[in-house]
């Protein structure tokens, strides 16, 4: 049985990605018509994000978070970094830190729950 903490981390994960797909849509009917008012809408509302001027950074934002959040999920969960990232791009490496700062985070929580456990 997978502990509570794995299976919320990927509950979040595929809240993440249902967000960044509702987001990419959004953006691109903002790049069709130049309005942005649903996309600032989406990011403050539903999100609860300060928006920013540039949508592309929302959503490289998110699409960052997501990334290195799922590669420290997968490696916690005991795949290999050839396993997750098999078609890396040399120029578009993940960051080292925010992928170990995410692997604490959930050991962290991991370890607090089988100490109360």
């Known amino acids: 049985m997978k502990s509570l903490v ?3 981390v990927k509950e979040e994960l595929k809240q993440q ?3 960044i797909r509702k987001a990419k849509l959004i953006f691109k009917d903002g790049q069709r018509t130049g309005n942005w008012e649903l996309f600032k809408t ?3 509302t539903d999100l609860g994000l300060k928006y ?3 949508p592309e950074t929302v959503l490289d934002s998110l699409s960052f ?3 290195h959040k799922h590669i420290a999920y997968c490696l916690i969960l005991g795949r290999t970094m050839e396993e997750i990232e ?3 791009n ?3 490496l993940p960051s080292q830190r925010s992928i170990d700062d995410y692997y604490k985070r959930i050991m962290t929580d991991l370890q607090e729950e ?3 456990a």
Do not use: L
Request: hydrophobic residues 30%; contains cysteine; positive net charge.
């Open 6 to 8: 794995i299976n919320n």
């Open 17 to 19: 990605a249902k967000n």
């Open 42 to 44: 989406f990011i403050i």
């Open 52 to 54: 920013s001027w540039c």
């Open 65 to 67: 978070h997501f990334r």
């Open 86 to 88: 098999n078609k890396n």
């Open 90 to 92: 040399p120029d578009n």
């Open 114 to 116: 089988r100490d109360n």
